[in-house]
């Protein structure tokens, strides 16, 4: 039953989405803002995966702190929904921390792929994380973001790849939030419906990211497995039951299917948090955790809980 809620919502959630390499032309880097301090900018950084486009909203008093945003499965290729979905924007408009949201991604876990996705005729070799962890700080030094003062907080596909992120590159990330995250992903059923779920989004092949289901691509993208690497790291850790509350208030057919898929998907979420969490207190690791006692796997409850983590983000940056 686990199981196809995962797939379900995997499949239906509005926060998994299409990626991409734009093809938008180069951009020469620039220490100069479009925008000024706290204004809004939308930047085309160059990439292997050809141009990226990255949504930023600079910090409110020159700063160099950065916060990393991660979309779901679905990522669009437009605009990073964090910045349409949510009032992200509005929660840290006066902070002194820039927001940094990539677009595009498509089912790819923020990781690099082995190859291209052959079922889908993938023009390009996903290269994700070399491009969050190297090509895109990079890019950002020069309008004055430290490559070593970062946050980075994703939420479903978007959660265990930020527990990922941070774990193999603690000299760039301070701080990790996963917000209903997948992060147990050895976890029974887990490789099968990750499989399912990247076939529906973009009719990608798992293979070509972490290879077989015994590649050892699988268990270095595992955070649950990989949780020793994330010790002396602040984090957030987050996921509700399941259970409907304030934000959901379906009225129309579809409305109460989404509701009833994210249900399930939330569900999961809450085992893979609770798991992660006696991975943690075994390992005598601390973290900050959030279980509300109601909501599904949606926007409104991940706008909410991005809110309730800020003060430990900017505590964490000193970027208040």
């Known amino acids: 039953m686990l199981l196809a809620a995962l797939v379900s919502t995997l499949l ?41 486009k990255v949504q930023v909203q600079w910090a409110a008093r020159g700063g160099n702190a950065a916060l990393y945003l991660l979309d779901g499965l679905r990522a669009r290729n437009d605009s990073n929904a964090w910045s349409f979905e949510t009032n992200a924007f509005d929660q840290y408009r006066n902070d002194n921390i820039t927001l940094v949201m990539p677009v595009g991604g498509e089912s790819s876990f923020y990781t690099d ?56 590159h603690r000299d760039q990330f301070k701080f990790a939030g996963s917000l209903s995250g997948y992060i147990n992903i050895s976890g029974p059923g887990m490789r099968e419906a990750i499989r399912l779920a990247m076939l529906d989004a ?44 304030p934000y959901e208030q379906p ?14 998907l939330e569900l999961l979420a809450l085992v893979h948090a609770r798991s992660f969490e006696l991975r943690l207190n075994s390992l005598g690791i601390p973290a900050t955790y959030s279980f509300p006692s109601s909501g599904i796997h949606s926007w409104a409850n991940w706008s909410a809980e991005l809110w309730m983590a800020r003060g430990q983000i900017l505590d964490t940056m000193n970027a208040w």
Not at 27 to 40: D, N
Not at 221 to 235: C, H, I, K, S, T
Not at 251 to 264: F, H, R
């Open 12 to 52: 239906l959630g509005g926060t998994f989405g299409p990626t991409v390499a734009s093809a938008a032309p180069e951009r020469a880097v620039s220490p100069m803002h479009s925008a000024p301090w706290g204004g809004y900018d939308e930047l085309w950084v160059p990439s292997s995966m050809g141009n990226i």
């Open 113 to 168: 792929w082995y190859a291209p996705s052959n079922f889908n005729a993938q023009p390009i070799t996903y290269k994700w994380e070399t491009f969050l962890t190297q090509e895109l700080p990079s890019f950002l030094a020069g309008y004055g973001v430290s490559p070593t003062n970062n946050a980075i907080v994703g939420l479903s596909m978007g959660g265990s790849a930020a527990l990922n992120l941070a774990g193999h």
């Open 202 to 245: 973009g009719r990608y092949n798992v293979d070509s990211m972490w290879g077989p289901p015994w590649s050892s691509g699988w268990i270095r993208n595992d955070p649950f497995v990989n949780a020793e690497l994330l010790r002396g790291l602040p984090m957030y850790i987050s996921a509700s039951n399941g259970i409907p509350g």
């Open 251 to 264: 009225s129309a057919p579809i409305e109460y299917w989404n509701t009833a898929t994210g249900m399930g």
